[in-house]
């Protein structure tokens, strides 16, 4: 990383003596400037929430401590409490991952080709009485953004009393008690603060479980009221960054305070030994999968299993880049039962201008969006036109 120029210290220090410290992780004028600000109305708030309770214990948080902390790398979204995730606002602590533009992003396109008027065929109207509650199960679900966000875009909390409510059916995964704790606490915390419909508390919840674990239990993730049900749409944004990738070209902030259990997924062999659907035989896993399956790409064997299981029409993993996700395709189409898929990149918005396409195991596969890839999405059937598709 190269040197801040002396000049530019000063003249940061001219303007405030904080800017330097945050000059050193913002490592420009404008965002140092922004953020700052942000921790001063931060500190203030914290000020006349402890003035305003007599009784509280905790000193007021002090802005040249928070700027240190800043300064260390910290990242800001533990120092002042929150992200806002497009219509939510997503509490962050340390042990849980922090919500990243691009997961809002999808997540915010899924929910736009899901909504009725911006699709014929979108699956969630005409709601009856009698309507099956539309389900969607989201793993490695860290601090609940995806399906807190989903809900809030497909059952707004300012719909009209008498619009019709949409049955929605939402879970979220995690293997970490601190996470699904975290998840719930957001949950309740937009409810509260009018992000999200009242009705969230019903359809929203929130369970721990290890879909990487070597006994069959992905339809236990579907299992809700002792009764046995199917899932419309599996998504996740599992841990896929290599060992070798996480030490090498991962920010250190990132590396030093954020969860490793969030980022990189553990060896290959430990965790693919049940079942394969990438076609690698399960037989000679301890061999083959360590050679064929890259250390970044453990989950997605497990995932598409999952979404077998549970009898997913649609299937959205978040990869981290274009080669991830042209080897996740791969396994899609390997692993059978899927009519078709595309790969979703950063940014994402109408489909103007010529499409993008890459042949992928034979199969064209379309390429939608704008920066590096970042999702996977396949379907089955008539599901793809849920999404525009098919």
Not at 251 to 265: D, G, I, K, T
Not at 315 to 343: K, N, P, T, Y
Request: net charge positive; with cysteine.
């Amino acid at each position: 990383m190269p040197r801040l120029p002396a000049s530019l210290l000063r003249h940061a220090h001219a303007i405030d003596p904080l800017l330097p410290l945050l000059l050193r992780v913002c490592r420009d004028l404008p965002s140092a400037r922004n953020e700052l600000r942000w921790l001063r109305e931060h500190a203030a708030a914290n000020a006349n929430t402890t003035s305003a309770n007599t009784s509280a214990r905790t000193k007021p948080i002090n802005l040249d401590h928070l700027c240190l902390e800043r300064s260390r790398g910290k990242p800001l979204q533990y120092i002042l409490g929150n992200q806002p995730f497009g219509e939510v606002d997503i509490l962050c602590k340390p042990g849980v991952l922090i919500p990243r533009p691009e997961t809002e992003s999808y997540t915010s396109h899924l929910a736009h080709l899901l909504l009725p008027n911006n699709n014929k065929y979108a699956p969630l109207f005409p709601p009856t009485p009698r309507s099956p509650p539309f389900r969607i199960l989201d793993l490695c679900t860290g601090t609940g953004c995806i399906p807190l966000l989903l809900h809030a875009l497909l059952s707004p909390p300012n719909q009209h009393p008498a619009s019709p409510q949409l049955p929605l059916s939402l879970t979220g995964v995690d293997i970490s008690p601190k996470a699904i704790s975290l998840a719930t606490k957001n949950l309740h915390w937009n409810i509260k603060h009018g992000h999200l419909a009242h009705s969230a508390a019903e359809q929203v919840r929130f369970v721990t479980g290890d879909i990487l674990c070597d006994d069959d239990t992905a339809r236990d993730f579907a299992n809700h009221d002792g009764q046995q049900r199917n899932f419309d749409i599996l998504i996740s944004n599992p841990p896929y960054i290599s060992p070798g990738a996480f030490a090498t070209t991962t920010a250190r902030s990132v590396r030093n305070y954020e969860p490793r259990l969030a980022l990189v997924p553990p060896p290959p062999p430990k965790y693919t030994r049940a079942r394969d659907p990438s076609g690698i035989n399960a037989e000679s896993i301890e061999g083959a999968t360590a050679r064929a399956i890259d250390a970044g790409d453990v989950f997605y064997p497990q995932l598409l299993a999952t979404a077998k299981a549970v009898n997913a029409k649609i299937a959205l993993f978040e990869v981290a880049d274009l080669a991830q996700a042209e080897r996740v395709m791969s396994m899609v189409w390997r692993s059978g039962g899927w009519d078709g898929g595309d790969i979703w990149r950063d940014w994402l918005g109408g489909r103007s201008g010529e499409e993008e396409f890459v042949l992928i195991e034979g199969k064209r596969v379309g390429v939608v969006g704008e920066g590096n890839g970042r999702a996977v999405v396949c379907w089955r059937g008539g599901a793809g036109r849920w999404i525009g598709r098919g």
